[in-house]
């Protein structure tokens, strides 16, 4: 489903606020547990595991809950319960509490059966909570749990413990995830700018699966941004290419996937429009999108 609003309109945002409603037992247990899973623990995947038994501990009343690391702009779900094909969270609403730096709680300003506008990432949840993990300013990563159950819906509280986990474990963090994504699958998207709420959706529900993704919104200004293509294209494992009217026709395009095929990538074209295709790639696996979206991401995940 295409969501043409902003989700902000939609739902009700809660952020912290300096009362404090934490039992102090309950801080010395946490922090106690956090720091002895700090020094058991060997990379981030395995600490966020072992957090994920306080998680389960303090918030047995939250459906889904989900640990986030933070690269390169990149949120990568690490660990998630239950284990799906993907982790289910708004992007939206991460980023923004990443950006800000503040934990929030959010639940929907109507009823959960009235209203199937709202993106799919929060069609079926009641309310949620997302808690940054940062230190010294430096975005680390991100904490998400939520309730589809309008009788389980969190309290500020709650809001309170989650940030608290999420500070107490920045330092743990920190030291771990300088270089951690690199385990992860990377891909590089080729497209127009005319095609870029695609391409936006794409990236985000790859990241959901555990796969990275770079395309042109990570060049910086004063970059020289043939180079930092060229250099993105050669690290990626494959290219996607979206192609459209506008993208075949566009030089630079077609100048990343013949750098794509001269590197020896895997390609991963996708006839986003009806349009002609180039001559060597008719013999190409082409992937026809007919508005399944879904289906559309599964198989290019398995591609990868």
Not at 63 to 76: A, G, W
Not at 213 to 229: H, L, M, P, S, T
Not at 249 to 260: F, Q, R
Request: charged fraction near 25%.
């Amino acid at each position: 489903m295409n969501y043409e609003g902003k989700i902000q309109d939609k739902i009700k945002i809660t952020y912290d606020s300096e009362l404090n409603h934490i039992e102090e037992n309950d801080r010395i247990r946490i922090l106690s547990k956090i720091i002895r899973f700090g020094c058991q623990a060997e990379n981030v995947t395995s600490l966020c595991q072992l957090s994920l038994e306080v998680l389960n501990e303090y918030y047995p009343h939250a459906q889904r809950k989900t640990f986030l690391t933070h690269s390169n702009n990149e949120l990568i779900p690490r660990i998630f319960f239950p284990h799906f094909n993907k982790a289910h969270f708004s992007s939206t609403l991460a980023n923004e509490s990443l950006e800000k730096g503040l934990s929030f709680i959010w639940s929907k300003k109507v009823s959960l059966n009235q209203d199937l506008s709202l993106p799919s990432s929060l069609i079926k949840v009641c309310s949620a909570i997302y808690a940054p993990v940062i230190i010294r300013n430096q975005k680390i990563g991100m904490i998400h749990i939520d309730s589809i159950s309008d009788n389980n819906a969190f309290s500020h509280k709650d809001l309170q413990l989650l940030t608290m986990i999420a500070n107490t474990l920045a330092p743990s963090l920190v030291v771990r995830n300088s270089c951690d994504h690199d385990m992860y699958p990377k891909v590089f998207i080729s497209y127009s700018h005319k095609d870029k709420d695609f391409v936006l959706k794409i990236a985000r529900h790859l990241r959901k699966k555990q796969i990275r993704v770079w395309f042109d919104e990570r060049i910086e200004v004063g970059n020289i941004w043939k180079q930092a293509i060229s250099d993105a294209i050669k690290y990626a494992d494959c290219l996607i290419w979206v192609a459209s009217p506008d993208s075949i026709k566009s030089e630079v395009t077609l100048w990343e996937v013949n750098l794509a095929r001269i590197e020896e990538k895997i390609i991963i074209p996708i006839k986003y429009k009806n349009c002609k295709l180039p001559t060597w790639a008719l013999d190409i696996q082409w992937i026809n999108y007919d508005q399944n979206f879904e289906s559309l991401i599964n198989i290019i995940s398995a591609r990868v």
